[in-house]
């Protein structure tokens, strides 16, 4: 089998690497020669043992029926998407580490490898190394998931990490992530939820059925989180962790947000620290199931990508269980309604305490820093707690930081 690679950076040259040095174990499991035949990359690499792979023109790779395999680990939307599809639509299977393509164009490319009885594969899209897409469609087959949620990002969970154990700010653990190179330059991606969200949205597309765009899910990240929302969530007995979770609902209709969120030391996310992921798939046969590593790097992702690469050249056609159809949105409940409970930090008055009562009842009380007062609503909606926080800030009440609870 003859593969192409579409993209020789980091994830690119961690393909190269896993496919040579584990050539013997991987074709073992194929079933066949495996060979690279092309890389494409607008660079020069003219000291690399296989410079001579390198083209500069996808036609070249278009156009030979040699290659059985396209491997994107290009990333963005375009020109991946444009190259994906003509792949599909000239009977190449596709493995793929684009989130952003999966996210954007997952429902259409899974439609077009279909017609064209070939595979559209992305493991690696999701968790790095963390097998997670095929767990899901395959190995929890049998259950109609009704939860996941994950730490899906781990420049967010590293500086997290750094807020909890060492105390930091914000700007200072995001610095110290930018210097280990867990961070980009412009680390926008990762801290407002983008990242996450994609990933959220590729799991739940899998797990519902349908497709689910970024644009539909309300997304924030961790850039407002403090050290005293830290130590208020240490007080109530957990952790502050970005997390993307989709629930299905009594009525059949799916909750799914991106956003920091308290999680109790008695779940297994609480302890997913530093660069790792962990996702927790609620099942109704098998109940909580946990997948935990490392969600990036560059062996990590190679590595999936090439379990990717072994199941297409296995495959006999469509791989039909890794399907999911299109979607309008009309399944999601409109954000405003989902079910939410919340820390809220208020700056300490008895003004204060006598007024959030009254707009929120019975409420428990979280030991606050000097000067401030913590407490958990109880269970409401996005959109009532937005309404009596409002009416809290209308009411000269300093309203200092709301961090909802993971629903367990």
């Excluded at 407002?224 to 130590?231: G, K, L, S």
Aim: aromatic letters at 6%; hydrophobic letters at 45%.
């Amino acid at each position: 089998m003859k593969i192409a690679i579409l993209g020789h950076g980091v994830v690119g040259s961690g393909v190269v690497e896993v496919l040579t040095t584990n050539r013997s174990g991987i074709e073992k499991k194929a079933g066949c020669p495996v060979e690279i035949k092309y890389i494409l990359d607008r660079k020069d690499f003219p000291d690399l043992p296989y410079s001579h792979l390198f083209v500069k023109d996808f036609e070249v790779i278009a156009a030979d029926p040699e290659v059985d395999v396209v491997v994107e680990v290009m990333g963005g939307v375009e020109p991946a998407f444009t190259f994906v599809s003509r792949s599909l639509s000239a009977g190449k299977n596709v493995v793929t580490s684009n989130k952003e393509l999966v996210a954007a164009k997952g429902a259409e490319l899974l439609a077009l490898a279909a017609r064209h009885n070939v595979n559209f594969l992305f493991e690696a899209s999701v968790g790095g190394g963390i097998p997670i897409i095929k767990p899901l469609h395959l190995c929890l087959g049998a259950n109609e998931i009704t939860a996941i949620a994950g730490i899906l990002n781990g420049t967010t969970n590293f500086i997290l990490t750094k807020m909890i154990r060492g105390k930091m700010a914000f700007e200072e653990a995001l610095a110290l992530a930018q210097q280990l190179g867990y961070a980009e330059r412009d680390p926008s991606a990762d801290v407002e939820g983008h990242d996450a969200c994609r990933k959220i949205c590729i799991l739940a597309s899998l797990a519902f059925g349908s497709h689910i765009y970024p644009q539909w899910v309300h997304t924030e990240g961790i850039t407002a989180i403090t050290p005293d929302d830290v130590a208020c969530a240490a007080a109530w007995g957990g952790a502050i962790k970005l997390i993307g979770q989709a629930r299905l609902l009594e009525d059949d209709k799916l909750a799914i947000l991106v956003s920091p969120a308290l999680v109790s030391r008695d779940s297994q996310l609480s302890t997913v620290d530093d660069v790792y992921n962990g996702i927790l798939v609620r099942g109704n046969a098998t109940g909580d199931v946990m997948f935990y590593g490392k969600g990036a790097g560059k062996l990590p992702t190679a590595s999936a990508v090439v379990s990717d690469i072994i199941d297409a050249i296995r495959a006999e056609g469509t791989i039909h269980t890794l399907q999911w159809k299109d979607g309008d949105g009309s399944r999601l409940e409109p954000f405003e309604e989902c079910p939410v409970s919340a820390l809220v930090r208020l700056e300490s008055s008895n003004q204060a305490t006598a007024k959030f009562h009254v707009l929120f009842g019975e409420a428990v009380s979280v030991t606050a820093p000097k000067g401030q007062v913590a407490f958990i609503t109880p269970r409401t909606t996005e959109g009532e707690l937005a309404r009596k926080l409002d009416a809290l800030r209308e009411n000269d009440v300093k309203v200092l930081g709301m961090v909802r609870v993971l629903e367990e």
